[in-house]
């Protein structure tokens, strides 16, 4: 029994001082980690916002005036220079208006060179054959007024007569066909029953009502026939009327029209014998400028009628065809934008806009250009806030791509952006998975021989994947670049 137990008590040592051996080379036992080394660099203070390539100078354009597209000589992505003409308008009927406009302006200035000059004794004679035959033209036209006048009165009274007549006709036979139906009435009455009210004739008192009954009728159908004409006759009487009083109309404008004639002729009469009036100089020469000036309108629409680029560019959208008829007041017919001068539209978080400046170099990642990087800066920052998606606030701002070697950002690509806020250069720097913390304090595991020692350190700003140090390190010193939950001061490891 007693050897017994001290089998089991030798048992139990060598099992407590196994565990324990096993412990001491476990925490003995050096741990594996990766090594940094600090160093200075630049350390970039970023904001993040997501937007679409846009173009800074969008230009629309579109004719000056109305017309016939009759070429147009561009189709989208086609790249522009400055005064390039890229369509043109028909300009058939325009060449027309600028024949007429300087015949026009030609006869203005051979008016105003014979209203100087004065009329020839000739200019005088013809103006004086033509007084006199306006007057007699305007003495005939009145003439023909007054006879007019004599043959539409009596074309009216001939015709009212006929209507008057057709009158008492249509009254007359109305009267005889009264008197005859109410005889016709008395006999039915007469020689009706006297208790059944039917009719109860003898043989002749039934012709008697029967020739009654034929008269009434016969006299009826006269009065419908008098009334037939009385229309009739009233018809022509309102047609005769109206004729007279066209004619009559007729006639007078005829003779307003040789009065004017005639004053017309009796002016220039007097014009051509009396010197020019100071007015009529003055009028001469305005009919000259207002010439000219149409002229000069004309010229200018075909001038307009070839629409040029006013700058280098991009087509990026023709709104016509060839054939078609396009106004002023159209939607842009073409449109262009600057691809050398490409933007990004994106909206910042209001919590970061404050550190936003104009100015401000941009880091841009295209998504359809992954891995190809792009250069920007900002160049305006908005004032009025929009809702996100997500329902938060933020602000929009546009940044000109300023490099995009190898690349063509287009309209519409989606960006992902980092504007740097705030740069750091040549400052000590450690990844930010090197720093840790350690009873509240910011700390690092410095490599002193095969040991990892912890110390204290103070951070400035933090980039995107560095941090920089302020205090506690050196330039060159070792430090453990991750996995250090497990680690303690003075940890032996090994890398």
């Known amino acids: 029994m007693r050897l017994r137990n001290i089998i089991i008590i030798v048992f139990l040592v060598v099992i407590v ?23 200075k660099s630049d350390i970039n203070v970023l904001v993040a916002a997501s937007g679409a390539v846009s173009s800074p100078k969008k230009i629309s354009l579109n004719f000056k005036g109305s017309g ?21 308008l028909d300009t058939k009927d325009l060449t027309v208006e600028l024949k007429q406009a300087k015949i026009n302006l030609d006869n203005a200035k051979i008016s105003y060179e014979k209203l100087i000059k004065g009329a020839t004794k000739e200019d005088i004679n013809l103006a004086r054959v033509a007084v006199d035959n306006a007057k007699i033209a305007l003495d005939a036209a009145k003439r023909k007024l007054e006879e007019t006048k004599t043959n539409a009165a009596q074309d009216i009274i001939s015709a009212q007569t006929s ?35 039917q009719p109860n004739y003898t043989e002749s008192q039934k012709t008697e ?42 006639a007078q404008d005829a003779v307003d029209s040789t009065e004017g004639s005639y004053q017309s002729a009796l002016a220039s009469l007097k014009l051509k014998e009396a010197s020019p009036r100071t007015e009529d100089v003055k009028n001469a020469k305005n009919s000259i400028s207002l010439s000219q000036a149409t002229l000069e309108a004309v010229q200018n629409k075909i001038d307009d009628s070839g629409l040029t680029s006013p700058a280098d560019g991009t087509i990026i959208f023709v709104n016509g065809k ?45 998504d359809a250009y992954e891995g190809f990087p792009v250069k920007g800066k900002v160049t305006e920052i908005g004032l ?67 040991k990892a020692k912890v110390r204290k350190v103070k951070v400035g700003i933090y980039g995107e994947d560095d941090v920089e140090i302020l205090d506690g390190l050196e330039d060159g010193e070792k430090i453990v670049a991750k996995n250090m939950a497990q680690l303690k001061d003075g940890d032996k490891i090994q890398w």
């Open 17 to 39: 001082g196994g565990v324990g051996w096993f412990q001491y080379i476990k925490e003995s036992a050096p741990l594996k980690v990766e090594l940094a080394e600090v160093k």
């Open 68 to 88: 016939l597209i009759e070429k147009i000589n561009v189709k989208e992505e086609d790249k522009v220079e400055k005064d390039d003409i890229l369509a043109e």
């Open 163 to 197: 209507y008057d007549t057709a009158k008492s006709a249509r009254d007359f036979s109305y009267y005889v066909y009264y008197d005859t139906q109410g005889k016709y009435e008395e006999l039915v009455k007469k020689y009706e029953h006297p208790v059944f009210h």
């Open 209 to 250: 009502v029967d020739t009654a009954k034929s008269s009434a009728n016969t006299t009826y159908s006269s009065y419908l026939s008098a009334e037939s004409s009385l229309k009739s006759a009233e018809q022509n009487l309102q047609t005769v009327k109206l004729k007279a009083d066209a004619a009559i109309k007729q």
């Open 322 to 366: 060839e054939g078609e008829l396009i106004s002023a007041a159209k939607d842009a017919f073409i449109t262009m934008a600057d691809f050398n001068h490409v933007e990004i539209t994106a909206n910042v978080d209001e919590v970061d806009i404050g550190k936003v400046k104009v100015n401000q170099e941009v880091n841009i990642s295209l």
């Open 384 to 450: 009025n806030s929009v809702v996100t998606k997500g329902g938060g606030t933020a602000f929009p701002i546009k940044v000109e791509i300023t490099s995009s070697k190898n690349i063509v950002p287009r309209i519409g690509m989606n960006a992902d952006i980092d504007i740097i806020v705030e740069t750091h250069k040549n400052v000590l720097a450690v990844s930010i998975g090197a720093l840790t913390e350690r009873q509240g304090k910011d700390v690092v595991f410095v490599i002193e021989g095969d």
